[in-house]
């Protein structure tokens, strides 16, 4: 009888999916708030894709004759000054959180990522043109900057997007030129360099892969605080539109207005948004602490 | 005698309940009248402004020639200020107005006709480098002529029904002619009028004060000590100061929810006045770009609209409430509503209406779910609830309608006046509810520079120049309504949304003054008195 040789990679799969799960169960028994933060992620995420599916009602449908409606069966978190459901538009805010927080994270994070990595790698002038260009950007705080750009560009969710994923840019390239400066010295970068490597390829397949801890810390951080900027972008008009569902925007005009006569009408928003913010907040600390080497030596 | 005994008991009865009632009503003199004003005015010459914030802090400082009545909550009745009397040629092209002797200047220099003359030059003939906003309302006007001290003749090119409501402007304040020959802009730093109330100090940020004027030529009047209007941008902050009594009244006007607000904390000790507003938001659609060129198209999102339970919706929220045509409904002009319900988009058999305009959008061939970008302003109220119910409206026909906001200040010069919009919410206000004044905007292209649709519509012109000299008023009127069915039933070159509804909660102490459909209007406080 012959014996089929297991081969290496399902050999390797097998103990990466064990090692994978015993990492998990790991984090949430060394940083249970870490977990519950993720968890809240995750049913974020799950809401947002599924937002058709479960919420109650049209988000866009208004019902005059349910202005203002007080929390009860049919309206479990009420209705907004036009009658729709307030519980629906959060749920369908959530998509417009997590593609603003997804999208500006990403972009915000990567490009800073390889700037800074690139920056840390020529070095010399190089390094300090780009350092003082994003020192100009670093003057101005991340609130004033997102709201330059976007009165520049005008309002709408694409907009709001790379408003709030330049500001972040220089700040990723900072962090990501402090870690790369270490891996530059290394001497697998010497040797990719005496073998004749082409700079792309030894920043891209050499230098990146090594910043990577860094840049999921800084994408985790990045999305509270893309989250919290679209909605205070949204809050100032300057965000997204109406009808669209977003959070921000639900805290503004008639929220304000009718906040003694109808409180659900900003509270329940306000919540989503501190919870989700201070769900990617515990995460990404967590995340951080779990992934640095000088904190798991502690 | 006995049967009549319960009845003279009754009598006697009812006279002295009325009669503290009637000494209520007694103008009493004495006091500081406190208003808030949401903005500040950017110079003091109220030719050449267009700010509330320069009418209502100053008004009380001067006169015009006529004014509309201070009881009238139309705003629509004229009386004479400045002018005691006046008179139209039988040509209708000669106004003669006779002045009020004895009028003196806050300086003590009498006011004549040389004043009324150099003021109405300035406004209508200003010299290079002088600006006039009003100046194009009187193209009409060939001459302004003072052949004696207290008489004044405007001489027109052609009859022009609106030359009295022109005149009644609440902005054609009447200056020294002396001041002018001197320096024609010295009004623009400096104040000096006839008004019932004198100059004292301008805070730049924080107040403006007046007080009494002791030489008024109406006699017994002011009733108030003075005044002192506080520079108030907050909308928030504007009620708490009128809910802690920090401020007697806002002018302007406040939210439904602000006057709830007010009314629950402050109960009897609030009055609140409220009238149709001379303010409307238009839905302009763009004639250059597909399918709006289309006037099946354009009349189906007239026909989407439930304007009634908008109305009853919108005004629990909002600063709209009344259905209107192109004149404020109550007023003199406008098209009663049984006649209104016949214009598209005005029938109260909203199932039909939107049937027809699903049926129009098919004809013109746009597919079902046809999405198209509306501009609104960047200002909250009350363009924000407006466009979120426009929007709404139009899906109930299939339309999907994405909403662009753009900053107020480049709305005008980034998106209407370009054309750089497919639909978009555009705005009328009027400072006197006067046809020419509220319907000159939609004439072709070509004469209108605020026609933002961008259409040619000879048609129309001629309508409105008919109107505009008919030779009395029910003639204007059939004008007007013709104009009115072509504008937004035949042609739909525009549509109007709601009209604006002004609602003025103020201290019950107030009295005097009565609210009408213009916030410009009935500002210069010479018969408002306080009961404490």
Redesign the interface.
Same mark, same amino acid.
């Given at each position: 009888m012959a014996i089929r040789p297991t081969s290496v990679t399902e050999v390797s799969g097998i103990v990466s999916d064990r090692s994978w799960l015993t990492e998990v169960g790991d984090f949430c028994r060394e940083r249970p708030l870490g977990a519950i933060g993720a968890a809240v992620v995750v049913v974020n995420i799950l809401v947002s894709f599924a937002a058709n599916l479960i919420a109650p009602y049209d988000p866009l449908a208004t019902d005059y004759g349910a202005m203002l409606a007080r929390p009860s069966g049919a309206h479990w978190l009420g209705t907004d000054a036009f009658g729709r459901d307030v519980l629906s538009r959060i749920i369908y805010g959530s998509r417009t959180a997590m593609l603003v927080g997804f999208a500006c994270a990403l972009i915000g994070a990567t490009v800073g990522t390889v700037i800074g990595v690139t920056s840390a790698y020529f070095a010399g002038r190089v390094d300090l043109l780009i350092q003082r260009v994003m020192d100009i950007f670093l003057a101005f705080p991340l609130i004033i900057l997102a709201l330059a750009v976007v009165s520049i560009l005008g309002t709408g969710i694409g907009n709001v997007i790379i408003a709030i994923a330049i500001p972040m840019i220089p700040r990723a390239a900072l962090v990501a030129r402090s870690s790369a400066l270490a891996i530059r010295e290394m001497p697998y970068v010497d040797a990719a360099r005496a073998a004749g490597y082409r700079h792309q390829r030894i920043i891209l397949r050499h230098m990146l892969p090594n910043v990577m801890a860094p840049y999921l810390i800084m994408l985790t951080a990045y999305l509270g605080q893309a989250i919290l900027l679209e909605a205070s972008l949204s809050f100032l008009g300057l965000g997204v539109s109406e009808p669209t569902a977003a959070w921000g925007l639900m805290l503004r005009g008639a929220a304000v207005q009718f906040a003694e006569a109808a409180p659900w009408m900003a509270i329940f928003p306000g919540l989503a948004i501190s919870l989700a913010v201070f769900a990617f907040n515990l995460f990404g600390d967590s995340l951080r602490d779990a992934l640095d080497p000088r904190l798991k030596t502690q | 005698m006995r049967r009549y005994l319960p009845i003279v008991v009754i009598a006697i009865l009812t006279a002295a309940l009325a009669g503290p009632a009637v000494a209520q009503d007694k103008p009493r003199y004495g006091g500081e009248l406190i208003f808030a004003v949401p903005s500040e005015p950017p110079s003091y010459d109220g030719h050449r402004e267009e700010t509330f914030g320069v009418i209502h802090p100053m008004a009380p400082h001067y006169n015009t020639l006529l004014r509309t009545d201070p009881n009238d909550k139309t705003g629509t009745k004229l009386v004479g200020d400045l002018a005691e009397s006046w008179t139209m040629a039988k040509d209708g092209r000669t106004y003669t107005f006779k002045l009020r002797k004895g009028v003196k200047f806050h300086d003590g220099s009498e006011m004549t006709s040389a004043d009324v003359k150099a003021s109405y030059d300035k406004i209508i003939f200003p010299p290079q480098g002088v600006a006039s906003d009003r100046q194009g309302q009187y193209v009409v006007v060939e001459a302004v002529q003072a052949p004696d001290p207290y008489t004044v003749v405007f001489r027109l090119k052609w009859p022009a029904a609106s030359l009295l409501a022109s005149i009644g402007s609440p902005w054609n304040w009447i200056y020294k002619a002396d001041i002018l020959a001197k320096d024609v802009r010295w009004y623009e730093k400096n104040v000096m009028g006839t008004g019932p109330f004198t100059f004292v100090e301008h805070v730049k940020g924080s107040h403006w004060v007046g007080k009494k004027n002791p030489n008024y030529w109406d006699k017994g009047k002011p009733y108030l000590d003075g005044y002192r209007a506080v520079f108030i941008r907050d909308s928030a902050a504007q009620v708490a100061a009128v809910r802690g009594e920090r401020a007697h009244i806002q002018f302007r006007g406040f &939210?439904p &929810?602000?006057r709830? &607000?007010l009314v629950q904390a402050l109960g009897p000790k609030i009055t609140v006045q409220d009238s149709p507003w001379d303010c409307v938001l238009l839905v302009a659609m763009n004639h250059e770009k597909k399918p709006f060129d289309d006037k099946r198209v354009r009349r189906a999102l007239s026909l989407a609209l439930d304007r009634y /339970?908008g109305s /009853?919706?919108l005004s629990?929220?909002a600063v709209v409430k009344e259905v209107a045509g192109v004149q404020v409904p109550g007023t003199p002009y406008a098209t009663p509503p049984a006649e209104l319900e016949k214009l598209a988009g005005y029938s109260r058999d909203i199932a039909k209406s939107r049937a027809e305009a699903k049926r129009l959008l098919k004809e013109a061939g746009v597919p079902d779910g046809f999405g198209f970008t509306f501009k609104?302003r *960047?200002i #909250?109220m009350p363009y924000? #609830?407006v *466009? @979120?119910?426009l929007?709404?409206q139009w899906?109930q026909i299939g339309l999907n309608v994405? /909403?662009? @906001? @753009?900053?107020a200040a480049q709305y005008y010069g980034q998106v209407l006046r370009p054309g750089n919009y497919e639909v978009a919410m555009d705005f009328q206000c009027g400072y006197i509810v006067e046809p020419d004044l509220d319907i000159y905007k939609f004439q072709s292209k070509e004469i209108s520079p605020a026609n933002y649709s961008r259409y040619t519509d000879k048609t129309l012109d001629e309508l409105f120049l008919k109107q505009g000299r008919a030779g009395d008023a029910e003639e204007r009127k059939k004008y007007i309504r013709e104009f009115e069915k072509r504008l937004l039933d035949d042609e739909v070159h525009y549509f109007y949304t709601l009209q604006w509804h002004r609602i003025i909660p103020h201290s019950s102490k107030v009295k005097g003054w009565t609210i009408t459909p213009s916030h410009y209007l009935n500002q210069q406080l010479d018969a408002v008195w306080l009961t404490e």
């Open positions: - | &939210s &929810s602000e709830d &607000s /339970q /009853q919706a629990k929220i609104n *960047g #909250p924000e #609830p *466009g @979120v119910w929007i709404d899906r994405r /909403q662009e @906001v @753009v900053e």
